[in-house]
Nanobody, 129 residues
Framework: QVQLVESGGGSVQAGGSLRLSCALT??????????MGWFRQSPEQEREGVAF???????AYADSVKGRFTISQEEIMDTLRLQMNDLKIDDTAVYYC?????????????????????WGQGTQVTVSS
């Protein structure tokens, strides 16, 4: 089955940038049709959808990161990326990659966490002043 492994987290000052990667391993035969996304969660907070890439190539972002974050897919390396620019203190959280083999489109909005069945272990992002 497909497994997800995040990397690229770390500590950065406000205004800086980080690039997160999510490597897909295992049986990725249907990868191009998967619905994928990035979520984040800080202590005592609910898991929040950040950016999504639909099976049809549609893309959606949370309002809080729109214009600063970019989600992209590297098909040859089976890797999902999240480029994060102009980072703010409120971006501090554990970031998770998620996927589901079910078809989805995100052209009309964000998806809920319970739609995804495959999750990575998370990578910590800490933004300081």
């Amino acid at each position: 089955q497909v497994q997800l492994v995040e990397s690229g987290g770390g500590s950065v000052q406000a205004g800086g940038s980080l690039r997160l990667s999510c490597a897909l391993t295992g049986n990725t035969r249907s990868y191009t049709k998967y619905c994928m996304g990035w979520f984040r969660q800080s202590p005592e907070q609910e898991r929040e959808g950040v950016a999504f890439l639909g099976s049809d190539g549609s893309i959606a972002y949370a309002d809080s990161v729109k214009g600063r974050f970019t989600i992209s897919q590297e098909e040859i390396m089976d890797t999902l990326r999240l480029q994060m620019n102009d980072l703010k203190i409120d971006d501090t959280a554990v970031y998770y990659c998620a996927a589901t083999p079910f078809y989805c489109t995100v052209g009309t909005g964000l998806l809920k966490a319970d739609f995804f069945g495959i999750w990575g272990q998370g990578t910590q992002v800490t933004v300081s002043s």
